[in-house]
């Protein structure tokens, strides 16, 4: 059992005392355990009891609890709990926003327990009539509970990937000379998808089937699979598995179809004729069929219906971004805020990667929830990053932070310390409420500031869980291509914001692009990987990345752009 399902047992443990009224001193106890070790770095199953008792936060009662869930998988303070909580209400546990004690109020009072009752009961008003809510709250609740059940059959592209590899991984070493692809969403690489789609070619679909039916974790709905599909879902987490089977003449017709998207699809060449036309006949391999339509062949990330004409009128498909192309990251965190290992390990861990800069912006000092830096922690890391850029050159480690941008748009340090930055991520983590009108204009006033180098996740989503705060796209995009600021594409799987969608005005406006990957630990610096498989979609090329710059230019860049600020800041 690893740290994070043992992290998961103390998180729901820590919900569902709240939601049985439990003294709040018992759940502030299990809420500080969590969030000091999702910080650590040890292997929770390794340590003794008293070793875990030792660690920030946890103390001789958690650790307890810790050691028997090392020890037997469970917890019998949960396990007791989950006895008398039904299913539904441990799902709308889950839902960010809507809070325990608000779920037992509703229980008690009006039997909910599900999303779709609690849903019911917003829409027919019940809820403004309890005591504690009130129509603000129930409007807020209806809003959440329909985004979540709109969502709830999604799932994050990273976890898709990962579900897919493994999968694949038993797929080859059963039949290694099968021909099969990813398809729909899944190959597209949308940031969520609803379920796994493969085309897979065999002359023995029947023997195909037999080993998806043995598959272990895998479970067949026996109603919606047929003679040549295979649909069922993934056991441990009910994520859809949808596998067309087809011949191997006939494989290229059905991979390029069943990727999608239908306006991809419905796009025409010189002569008038669709791709779906072209699609009449059979084709054993995606590339004849382009050839056929006089076109190179569309990367499956591109077949969205919207920027693939510009690679037909010349643009080279080559030029657009691979990972590869990335020379440094500059979103991440350390153990001076709340990351989980020290600058010094995601600085070696960056270089072992390939990289040559790390760019460091822990919160600022207004995140006191994440233990944001105050002007002594800021000189004290800057120097820990002077010495370790003697040791690790030509290594180089940026002095950044991500400063949290206030409600009024300014940021959060005054300006002598802002001027001792490398550079600035301009990040809201905080009033996520506003309207449209106030929320842009926040953030206009953000890129104003002649400190801000990049606007971090412009909406502040989180897929799946938040939407993100309304804001004028276009209003924003226009001003940072009026003062110079790069745009965030945060690549953490949770947000990939900005959204991809809007990438491509961005780039139209000659606003560069940052793909970072916002790590808080050495193995999130990957997930780097992600925003390039959005960014891919736009058609983003090396050029306009910002840090696709070599540590040279990237040197150069920034204290060009930091004298300038400096120079503004003295007028």
């Known amino acids: 059992m690893d740290n994070k399902e043992i992290i998961q047992i103390l998180k729901l443990t820590a919900s569902l005392l709240k939601l049985y009224g439990e003294n709040q001193f018992k759940v502030r106890s299990y809420q500080t355990a969590v969030y000091n070790l999702e910080r650590n770095a040890q292997k929770l199953i390794e340590l003794g009891e008293k070793q875990l008792a030792e660690l920030p936060g946890v103390g001789k009662s958690i650790a307890a609890t810790i050691r028997e869930i090392s020890q037997t998988g469970v917890s019998s303070t949960l396990d007791n709990l989950l006895k008398q909580t039904p ?39 019940e809820l403004a009539e309890l005591s504690g809510f009130g129509k603000k709250t129930q409007d807020k609740i209806q ?143 995606e590339s004849t069929i382009y050839s056929e339509m006089g076109w190179p062949v569309i990367i499956p990330e591109l077949r969205e219906g919207l920027y693939e004409n510009e690679f037909l009128r010349g643009q080279k498909m080559e030029n657009i971004l691979v990972t590869e192309d990335l020379k440094g990251i500059l979103h991440n965190h350390s153990t001076y805020s709340d990351g989980k290992h020290s600058l010094e390990e995601m600085a070696r861990a960056c270089n072992d990667l390939g990289y040559e800069y790390l760019g460091i912006s822990d919160h600022s000092q207004t995140a006191v929830y994440a233990n944001g830096l105050n002007e002594e922690k800021v000189l004290e890391q800057h120097r820990e990053i002077d010495r370790l850029n003697q040791e690790l050159t030509p290594f180089k480690i940026f002095k950044g932070i991500e400063s949290d941008i206030l409600s009024d748009g300014s940021l959060d340090y005054p300006e002598p310390i802002l001027h001792t930055f490398d550079f600035v991520v301009a990040s809201v983590h905080s009033n996520l409420n506003m309207d449209i009108d106030k929320a842009t204009e926040r953030l206009l006033r953000a890129v104003k500031n002649p400190n801000t180098t990049v606007l971090g996740h412009p909406t502040g989503r989180l897929l799946l869980k938040r939407e993100g705060y309304p804001i004028d796209h276009q209003k924003v995009i226009d001003a940072c291509a009026v003062h110079g600021v790069v745009i965030e594409l945060n690549a953490n799987p949770w947000r990939l914001d900005l959204d991809w969608r809007w990438v491509h005005y961005a780039v139209e406006k000659g606003v560069k692009i940052s793909i970072n990957p916002d790590a808080h630990e050495k193995v999130t610096l990957k997930d780097v990987y992600y925003g390039v498989c959005v960014a891919r979609k736009t058609g983003l090329t090396k050029v306009m990345t910002f840090n696709a710059m070599n540590l040279e230019e990237m040197n150069h860049y920034l204290s060009t752009r930091k004298s300038k600020s400096s120079l503004h800041s003295n007028v």
Request: proline share 1%; glycine share 8%.
């Open 87 to 125: 299913k539904g209400i441990l799902e709308l546990l889950k839902v960010k926003g809507v809070g325990a004690r608000k779920i037992k109020t509703v229980w008690d009072q009006l039997g909910v327990e599900t999303a779709e009752e609690l849903l019911s009961a917003a829409t027919r008003g």
């Open 143 to 285: 809003q959440i509970i329909s985004f979540y059940l709109s969502n709830k059959h999604l799932i994050h592209y990273k976890d898709a990937d990962l579900l897919g590899l493994n999968l694949e991984q038993q797929i080859k070493l059963q039949f290694p000379d099968a021909r099969w692809s990813r398809a729909g969403s899944f190959r597209r690489k949308v940031e969520v998808v609803g379920s796994l789609d493969y085309v897979w070619a065999s002359d023995s679909v029947g023997e195909a089937e037999d080993f998806l039916d043995s598959m272990q974790g895998l479970d067949k709905n026996l109603q919606l699979s047929g003679p040549l599909r295979w649909r069922g879902e993934f056991r441990d987490n009910s994520e859809l598995l949808d596998v067309r089977f087809c011949n191997l003449l006939e494989f290229g017709t059905k991979l390029l179809y069943y990727t999608g998207n239908m306006e991809h699809l419905s796009l025409t060449n010189e002569q008038g004729k669709s791709l779906r036309e072209v699609l009449e006949q059979s084709h054993s391999d």
